[in-house]
Structures are given as C-alpha cells and as structure tokens.
C-alpha cells in the first residue's frame, strides 16, 4: 500500500483518498514506467523498482509513505531498495504466505513481442531483447527465485536509454531527473557512464527486474515461469490482466511454495526503511 502524506495531513494519513493499493488494477499509465491511480485521482509512478525489490526480498506486507507523485530512481536500480530493506531488518510473519499458481499457460503479443506465464514448480523469469545497438544487441537471461541471487544477480542491474530518447523526454518535460547518475545512457554505439556497465548484460537484466516488480502488482508472489520478449511495463500489465480473466488459469495456494524465499518485513519496519 502507498500512502501520499504530502495531500493531507498528519491525522488523514488513512484516509482512503491518498492511499494507493499496489495492485495491476490500479495501473493507470506505463509509459516510462508503472503509474499507480486510485479511485479518488491520487497517482504513484515509477513502483516498479521497489515493488521488485519487495518480491527479491520475500516482503508481502508493506505501507509505504511517500511525499511526492513519483518514487525515487535512486541508481537506477533496485540494490539501493534492498539495502535500505536489509537495514530495517526482516522478520517472518505467523501466518501463511499467499501464492497465485499458474495452472495454464497465458500468453500476449503485440507488435512483434510478447509475454506469458506458464506452470512451474517454482518462480522463473526468462527474457530476450534484441535492440539495433552494439553495445545491447541480443540478450538473453534466465533467472530463478528459488536461488535467492536476487540481490547479486538482478537487483543491481540499472534502467537504460538512448542520448536521443533522453533529451527528447526532457524537451516536453518528462524524465527531468534523467543523468548519468540513475541510468545507464548509449549514444551511437557506447556507454556514455564512465564507470561503464555492471554486468555484460545488464540490460536484459534490468528488464527481468521491472518484470518481477510489474508481476507482483498480482497480488501475490507468482507460482510460475514467466517468459519475456522484447516486452516492457505495457505488455506485463497485459498479461496479468489476461491471466486474471482466465479463472481456469490460476489459483490461489497458502503455504510456503517450494524454493521460493520465506522471510517477510513487518509492517512499521518497512515503511521506516
């Protein structure tokens, strides 16, 4: 749940009115990434990040306080989440974990990409991208939850974008904070940061990890495999959105899933950190 303090005060802080469920429902625009709306007008963009962050580290309950429309961009990445989550702390919860298990495979396309969840014992996220640059070209990345490299794998991986798309973003007024210091920014053929890349394919990873992040808007942690290609916020919104109107689809399963992480953050504790 997020909570906009900075439109009302101290006392209305639950009020329905600038409390924002995370929720697929709620999903209100992707571009650039995932706008949450409520019912009363109030908006959260960028929830993508923290919301990956929360599923690598197990966190299922959560009120997060924010000041502003948007979530900070921090690097880029979701490594700045999990540190400040770690330094919280974690703690399991006494009750039952909620999962969402696919039980057939849901698959949408649009414009030469695609996206789909199918049965799997546990939480896998298969990506390809394929980009008209060097430096990215054709990526692939599978990566499976019940590792728990979270943390080493994907969460470090930054956003990314062309010099082109940025200035252009800027000129009507959008991406204002965009630098080097949150993404990671190509022109022509090579990386403009100095500190150049994290990973060789830090772009595919990235995606996987807006894709976990766009994919527990569920709800719930996803028994299933996710594959991705060339997909973005849009197309993942899309699948849930498929995959919920399916009832023979999915089920909910209580208990703790097979090689999937088990701690979780209590509530106060996570909105602190």
């Not at 210091?181 to 595919?204: H, I």
């Not at 990890?209 to 916020?233: C, K």
């Amino acid at each position: 749940m997020f909570r906009r303090v900075d439109l009302c005060a101290p006392a209305d802080v639950n009020n329905d009115a600038v409390r924002v469920p995370a929720h697929y429902e709620n999903v209100s625009s992707t571009q650039l990434g995932s706008t949450l709306r409520n019912e009363a007008g109030v908006t959260v963009a960028t929830v993508e990040h923290l919301m990956s962050a929360f599923s690598g580290c197990g966190i299922d309950n959560a009120l997060v306080d924010i000041d502003g429309p948007e979530l900070p961009v921090l690097d880029g990445s979701a490594a700045p989440f999990v540190m400040l989550l770690e330094c919280a702390g974690i703690a399991k919860l006494p009750v039952p974990r909620r999962f969402i298990r696919v039980l057939e495979t849901v698959r949408v396309e649009e414009e030469g990409k695609s996206a789909s969840l199918s049965p799997c014992d546990g939480a896998v996220f298969g990506f390809e991208i394929d980009f008209d640059c060097a430096v990215i070209g054709r990526q692939s990345y599978l990566y499976d939850a019940g590792t728990q490299a979270y943390k080493t794998e994907i969460a470090p991986a930054r956003t990314f974008g062309f010099l082109h798309e940025v200035e252009h973003l800027q000129s009507v007024g959008l991406a204002r904070g965009g630098s080097l210091q949150n993404a990671v920014v190509l022109d022509g053929n090579g990386v403009l940061n100095t500190e150049g890349l994290r990973f060789e394919d830090e772009f595919v990873r990235h995606k996987i990890l807006d894709a976990i992040g766009d994919l527990y808007l569920s709800g719930a942690r996803i028994i299933g495999r996710f594959d991705g290609y060339r997909a973005g916020h849009g197309l993942h919104y899309k699948l849930l959105q498929a995959l919920f109107a399916n009832p023979v689809a999915w089920e909910y399963s209580d208990g703790l899933a097979p090689a999937l992480p088990v701690s979780t953050l209590p509530l106060r504790r996570a909105a602190r950190g």
